[in-house]
């Protein structure tokens, strides 16, 4: 590859070969169907990377753990990669007799070794051009999705490389921006590229602080401090050097910082009818397109988009443009965008789905209209039968993490607001974003914000499932001396819920949890059976009858519910509940190993409060993992020093043996409540 150090990426050759993200090859333009085994792929990227020839004996130990007759597996390997490498007339796949084995890819792009021939010869020394170049061959991380498990010398030897290059698109992106217009379209994305290789790097906030000050765009500034807070927060990381590099950098401008104007313009809306005129957060799903579809594949695409649309709508949570109206768009040529802005909604999902033989691929994309940026993307798989049944579990996830996507992006958006100016759906999510906090103070604030939503719009069905879960925190956590009240009122802003909109599933959500505080078991269940008949996709639902079976219901059963809460949202706020309700129905089924593996899962998450460090501290115990239980058990004392088991047991419903045995546990490590 040494001839090739100072070409112009952009050109044309034979073959070009994709490790860094994605694995691909690419002949001559046109995509090359890939052998499924992962050694292929490592043996490539090794020999590719090393640059050098290697004896079959250390290629054999690195990929192989002891297998029945690992020569012959790599004689398999290198025939499948000289079918995927190899011309008539060119052999790069360089091997002689039972000797060593070389690649010869000199007339061929390879990502990974582009990028490391300009970090050996000093960045310093590459063209902007050349960087530019290089940088946009990084499309992930290297060989993605191709570990070799039971495998430690390819293991480490991937782990190494991986941070290896990492570090280099670092170093090479880093060197781009400083070379750049502070302000130009490109300084931005890099920037974006270099926050997604460092997002926790002062000096990569400081840069992109710098580069929307200096456009102007002072708002855009606050916003992206407050999402690197949160971020910050989420990691346990100090966050206030960002407040003070946003105030450091704001001073440095001085008076003369003004807002950059507006593309457009907009309509100054009265307060009272700004608070009014919007409920929820629209989204237009637009058509999605078939790639290459074979014989009997066609109409996967709109069967797809049909039932996210279908089951979107039925979350009640968010305004779903019809599906005549994007499909006449699709028809029209109107890209996802341009309906986005033709529909005024505030987001657009678009994708496609392609079949083969065996399986099907879905890719999904949710943008943010209005700056057209892209909030989630996700690629999805399933085996087929040649039916539409199996794409419902990829409906599911689509349309769980379009919901979940959106609300985090709403959240987001509300808490930047002043609260003087909030109508009722942003009074709403930034009452979301405190009642996820659990703790007293962004519980009261939560209250405050879910009423301040309900007066601006009495018929808010989510606004009051959120203060009914309000009163369930206080009852359930301790966080005020009135339980009894707190219960009636979560039963009563429950019941306001559903009045409000009996067909919101978070509705009866809130009043199965309501329910099951006041002790009736009966109407609990059936509410939360509701809300997942409603909408097969709530997540919440779907972890709370989880909840509750760990506790007095069927321990097999919750496993299976929590899981599937888990697949619906995986990056819920309630994660570590649904770690934690998992590992109660593990202590009911007796396997004490896997309750303390996934109660400590739980109590690693940043937002686990004390009932679920309690139940940790208990399964640990149970497992004979007494120095991790005391350790919980610690934490417990740091954040509310006075709880005891009786406060534990109290929170919970379970069963008088479960009670013994979690009582007996914790009194091993000498948890009782100190006065």
Same mark, same amino acid.
């Given at each position: ?48 990377? %090393? ?5 079959? *004996? @250390? /290629?054999? #130990? =690195? &990929?192989? !753990? ?5 020569? %012959? ?5 290198? *025939? @499948? /990669?000289? #079918? =995927? &490498?190899? !011309? ?14 070389? /690649? ?572």
């Amino acid at each position: 590859m040494g001839e090739a150090v100072g070409r112009n990426v952009g050109t044309t050759a034979i073959l070009r070969i994709q490790l860094l993200g994605p694995f691909s090859v690419r002949r001559d333009g046109a995509p090359v169907p890939l052998p499924r085994s992962r050694k292929v792929r490592a043996l490539l990227a090794f020999l590719a990377l %090393g640059g050098a020839s290697y004896s079959r *004996s @250390k /290629l054999c #130990a =690195l &990929l192989w !753990d002891v297998p029945n007759d690992p020569r %012959g597996e790599l004689r398999w390997c290198l *025939s @499948k /990669l000289r #079918a =995927l &490498l190899d !011309d008539p007339d060119r052999r790069r796949v360089q091997t002689t007799g039972h000797g060593p084995v070389s /690649l010869d890819l000199s007339d061929c792009l390879a990502d990974a070794v582009e990028i490391e021939q300009v970090v050996k010869a000093g960045a310093g020394q590459a063209t902007t051009e050349r960087l530019s170049e290089v940088c946009d061959l990084f499309g992930g991380a290297l060989l993605e999705g191709v570990e070799i498990d039971g495998n430690p010398e390819f293991a480490g030897w991937l782990i190494a490389q991986r941070q290896r290059h990492r570090e280099m698109n670092h170093a090479l992106v880093r060197e781009l921006v400083s070379r750049l217009p502070r302000s130009s379209e490109e300084t931005f994305r890099r920037l974006e590229q270099w926050l997604v290789l460092a997002p926790f790097e002062l000096d990569a906030h400081a840069a992109m602080l710098d580069a929307l000050l200096g456009s102007g765009r002072v708002r855009d500034a606050e916003e992206r401090v407050a999402a690197a807070i949160r971020a910050f927060d989420q990691e346990g990381l100090d966050w206030s050097p960002l407040r003070a590099l946003l105030a450091a950098r704001k001073s440095a401008v001085g008076s003369a910082l003004v807002e950059a104007p507006a593309a457009t313009a907009v309509v100054e809306v009265p307060p009272n009818e700004a608070a009014n005129s919007r409920r929820r957060a629209s989204v237009a799903i637009m058509p999605f397109s078939e790639v290459a579809a074979g014989p009997g594949r066609r109409g996967l695409g709109d069967g797809l988009t049909d039932d996210i649309i279908t089951r979107l709508a039925k979350l009640r949570i968010l305004f779903v443009i019809a599906r005549g109206t994007t499909y006449a768009l699709g028809e029209r040529g109107v890209g996802a965008q341009e309906a986005g802005r033709i529909l005024n909604v505030e987001y657009v999902v678009s994708g496609s789905v392609r079949a083969g033989d065996r399986r099907i691929f879905v890719v999904v994309e949710l943008a943010e209209t209005r700056h057209a940026t892209i909030v989630w993307r996700d690629e999805l798989e399933t085996s087929t039968d040649g039916t539409f049944a199996a794409l419902d579990t990829i409906v599911d996830r689509v349309v769980a993490g379009i919901a979940e996507e959106i609300e985090t992006a709403e959240c987001n958006r509300a808490i930047l607001q002043p609260p003087s100016s909030l109508d009722a759906w942003e009074a709403y999510h930034r009452g979301l974003w405190h009642m996820y906090k659990f703790n007293d103070v962004d519980n009261r604030q939560a209250a405050d914000l879910f009423e301040r939503a309900l007066q601006l719009d009495p018929t808010f069905a989510r606004a009051s499932a959120g203060l009914s879960f309000t009163h369930f925190q206080n009852a359930f956590l301790d966080l005020t001396p009135d339980r009894r009240q707190q219960i009636e009122l979560a039963l009563r802003t429950a019941r306001r819920s559903v009045d409000a909109d009996d067909r919101d599933p978070a509705a009866h959500w809130a009043m199965g949890r309501a329910l099951w505080l006041g002790g009736e078991s009966s109407g609990a269940f059936a509410e939360l059976e509701r809300s997942v008949e409603l909408s097969p996709n709530f997540a919440l639902g779907h972890y709370t009858l989880g909840f509750f079976h760990c506790q007095i219901g069927d321990p097999r059963a919750a496993i299976t519910a929590t899981e599937y809460a888990r697949q619906l949202s995986p990056f819920d706020p309630l994660l570590f509940a649904m770690l934690c309700s998992r590992a109660a129905a593990h202590v009911r089924l007796g396997e004490l190993q896997e309750a303390a593996e996934w109660a400590s899962k739980a109590a690693g998450r940043p937002n686990a409060h004390v009932q679920v460090l309690a139940v940790a501290a208990a399964c640990a115990a149970l497992a004979g993992r007494r120095d991790d239980a005391r350790r919980v058990a610690a934490r417990i004392r740091e954040q509310q020093p006075g709880y005891g088991t009786d406060d534990f047991l109290r929170a919970y419903r379970f069963d008088a043996d479960t009670q013994h045995v979690l009582r007996g546990a914790l009194r091993q490590i000498g948890f009782d409540r100190r006065k």
